[in-house]
């Protein structure tokens, strides 16, 4: 095959598969955003991928996680769509087929991920069919009377630019359609949460201001781990949770419902079990919403559910004890973050939050469903990925300030600072060390309950040249230091002492 014929198979290959995303895209305005190809492809690719390989991807990128999905999809079907274009320079029906081939996987996928609809397919069906007539269209264009392809062909050239432009027309006014038909942002924008029956402590002394982390985390900074590449839209209007399962009687409650019951709002702190030692997902923020075991009480739980297995309207299940939610935490049903209603990437318009245990037995986000059960009977999604069954928080401690590797003037007196949290137990002291010099203890700051993280400072006078270690560990609140032996989260959360290292310079 000569050169050019390759350079123009790979160019008719990309503008046939721009095709493709750009028609599915326009196409999934009608049915809603999950179903959008790419999308349907990697939501669907999450659930494909092996735990380890997921606990990479987080431990690597963090809550970046899903573009990196989103880059890696788009590169492998842009080199796809060469191979294909190239074949089809040579044999049509190869390139044919490899279009069929692709459009399948996406219809496959679309009809097997979470919470997926009959009509989750439409969009792939028309993307490929777009995809197919324009890769055979562009090829008429860019082949010759005598059978060769050129990419300078005139007619080819105007071919390929509206190709293009057509494309690339319909994936933005695709996704900005499916913004103005699906998004709830003016919904959240216009909704007024009632004053809360028991208001959260007034802070007084919980933020030391020696650390770049503040004891509130704004909500724009909040961590965000979940399986869906679109945060569902969820209308507040047309909410509704079933709570059903081993109860006396079962009940459906709209959002009006919900509100209309006496609402707490608490400072709490949430983990996310995927947390390294020394890691960011973990954020503190005033929750709203109304108590769960008050509502569990109501509906008549069975003493003998040990689960409350809840699924979040993307189709994620999430598994919490029971006996946790009703031992007297404030375990509630959120409508409210830091003052305003849920932002739509944290769950609006309603959210698990449990103090104490693991985002992924018990912060479900989106939340539309609630099942007593028991562990016997069922297991989340994360339970059945292989981590533990019940989840409950271990005592953490990092350092935040200053940052590892940072160069010191000898003779000067930084502040040392950090957080540390062991949530519904508390944390009694932190304590330091500076290379193999005795642990000395950092002053705290106050907390409104022990639900939330806790400040921490040291000042510390920076002393010779060279490379410094610090460490830090955390005492709960019986006194029982943190453990110092490293282990990896996956099953149950990481332990291990947060250490840096830093460098002391001569003035």
């Known amino acids: 095959m000569r050169r050019g014929d390759i350079a123009a198979g790979a160019v008719v290959g990309l503008l ?205 900074q909040f961590y965000k781990i979940d399986t869906t590449l679109v945060s569902p839209q969820v209308d507040p209007r047309v909410w509704k949770l079933r709570i059903h399962g081993m109860v006396d009687h079962e009940v459906t409650l709209t959002f009006a419902d919900l509100i209309k019951r006496p609402l707490i709002e608490r400072w709490i702190t949430l983990t996310c079990v995927s947390n390294d030692v020394g890691g960011d997902l973990v954020g503190n923020a005033r929750f709203l919403g109304a108590r769960l075991a008050d509502l569990l009480r109501e509906v008549g739980i069975h003493p003998d559910a040990d689960q409350l297995l809840a699924t979040s309207d993307d189709g994620m299940t999430i598994g919490s ?74 005592l953490a401690s990092r350092i935040d300030t200053p940052r590892s590797g940072a160069k010191l003037l000898v003779g000067q007196v930084v502040p040392i600072a950090g957080v540390a949290w062991d949530q519904h137990v508390g944390v009694s002291k932190v304590e330091v060390q500076v290379d193999s010099q005795p642990w000395q203890e950092a002053r705290l700051a106050t907390v409104p309950s022990t639900d939330t993280w806790r400040q921490w400072v040291l000042p510390w006078k920076v002393t010779g040249t060279g490379q410094h270690t610090i460490r830090v560990r955390a005492f709960d609140a019986h006194g029982t230091a943190q453990d110092a032996h490293y282990m990896d989260p996956f099953p149950s959360g990481s332990t291990g002492f947060h250490q840096i290292l830093v460098n002391g310079r001569a003035p």
């Open 321 to 394: 004890p029971t006996a946790v939610v009703m031992d007297g935490r404030d375990a509630m049903l959120a409508v409210g973050m830091n003052g305003e209603p849920l932002p739509i990437d944290h769950g609006f318009p309603v959210r698990m939050v449990v103090p104490g245990l693991y985002g992924y037995v018990s912060a479900c986000k989106w939340i539309v469903d609630l099942e007593a059960t028991t562990f016997a009977k069922a297991q989340g999604y994360w339970v059945r990925a292989g981590w533990a069954e019940r989840g409950p928080i271990r």
């Open 16 to 220: 046939a598969a721009g095709a493709t995303v750009g028609v599915g895209e326009l196409v999934a305005a009608g049915v809603r955003p999950a179903a959008a190809p790419v999308i349907a492809v990697g939501n669907r690719v999450i659930l494909l991928t092996p735990e380890s390989v997921k606990r990479w991807a987080t431990r690597e990128f963090g809550t970046n996680d899903k573009h990196v999905l989103l880059t890696g999809i788009y590169t492998v079907l842009g080199l796809a769509a060469i191979v294909i274009g190239i074949l089809a320079v040579r044999w049509l029906w190869a390139g044919l087929a490899g279009v069929a081939l692709l459009g399948a996987f996406a219809v496959y996928c679309a009809l097997t991920a979470h919470a997926h609809r009959g009509s989750d397919a439409v969009p792939a069906i028309f993307g490929t069919l777009a995809g197919a007539a324009v890769l055979v269209w562009l090829l008429r264009a860019v082949r010759s009377d005598d059978g060769t392809v050129s990419l300078t062909r005139r007619q080819f050239l105007q071919a390929g630019i509206a190709t293009a432009g057509f494309a690339a027309i319909l994936s933005v006014g695709g996704r900005a359609w499916q913004h103005t038909k699906f998004g709830v942002n003016k919904q959240r924008a216009d909704l007024r949460l009632p004053p809360p029956a028991s208001p959260a402590p007034v802070l007084s002394g919980a933020d030391l201001g020696k650390s770049p982390t503040p004891f509130v985390t704004p909500n724009g």
